[in-house]
Antibody, heavy 125, light 105 residues
Framework: EVQLVESGGGLVQPGGSLRLSCAAS????????MSWVRQAPGKGLEWVSY????????YYVDSVKGRFTVSRDDANNSLSLQMNSLRAGDTAIYYC??????????????????WGQGTMVTVSS | DIQMTQSPSSLSASVGDRVTITCRTS??????LNWYQHKPGKAPKLLIY???SLQSGVPSRFSGSGAGTDFTLTISSLQPEDFATYYC????????FGGGTKVEI
């Protein structure tokens, strides 16, 4: 079964750090681009970070640049998000998501076709 | 950055209704537009990709249309399991999501 399972969430004080993990199974993890997406309480989905299949290309939403670091371990089929200098505004459910690769008339589309169930991060004193 | 404007932000409907949700982008994104369904406590689910292609396993009552800057998600006959929040997402540049549309009874 194709599956993503997040872990590592919890309660942390402002300014603290947390490392999220996403375990992939049922597919060739190394072949896929991956992203982290979050949902703050009562808010919508927000894309947070992207990493290419090679790991060489990485992007972040402006609000986490310089504080969050995404990485991947293809040998262990794992995606990670290191979160430092956490703020109350980072409180959210964090999802990892797989970007599919679908070619239509020669154009490649990469929708998020597989998602994990999410892990809750609460930043509070 | 591309701005995504989804409307309405919420709507009330009944089983059997035809429901239409729109998504407008601040610049042209060709057909790099996806639609997702999200229920509380669940993982988001891909419904439509490339503006109009139905994801495998998704009921045919869901359809998408549009290109450029204006896009539409249509549910032809609303079912009880369709009450959820729907999001558009561009994957032309910054992977931004729209604000969401909550479909409720």
């Amino acid at each position: 079964e194709v599956q993503l399972v997040e872990s590592g969430g919890g309660l942390v004080q402002p300014g603290g750090s947390l490392r999220l993990s996403c375990a992939a199974s049922g597919f060739t993890f190394s072949s896929y681009q991956m992203s982290w997406v979050r949902q703050a309480p009562g808010k919508g989905l927000e894309w947070v970070s992207y990493i290419s299949s090679s790991g060489r290309t990485i992007y972040y939403v402006d609000s986490v640049k310089g504080r969050f670091t995404v990485s991947r371990d293809d040998a262990n089929n794992s995606l990670s998000l290191q979160m430092n200098s956490l703020r109350a505004g980072d409180t959210a459910i964090y999802y990892c998501a797989r970007a599919s690769s679908i070619t239509i008339f020669g154009v490649v589309h990469r929708p998020f076709d597989i998602w994990g169930q999410g892990t809750m991060v609460t930043v509070s004193s | 950055d591309i701005q995504m404007t989804q409307s309405p932000s919420s709507l009330s409907a009944s089983v059997g209704d035809r429901v239409t949700i729109t998504c407008r982008t601040s610049q042209s994104i060709a057909n790099y537009l996806n639609w997702y369904q999200h229920k509380p406590g669940k993982a988001p689910k891909l419904l439509i990709y490339a503006a109009s292609s139905l994801q495998s396993g998704v009921p045919s009552r869901f359809s998408g249309s549009g290109a450029g800057t204006d896009f539409t998600l249509t549910i032809s006959s609303l079912q009880p399991e369709d009450f959820a929040t729907y999001y558009c997402q561009e994957n032309y540049s910054s992977l931004t999501f729209g604000g969401g549309t909550k479909v409720e009874i």
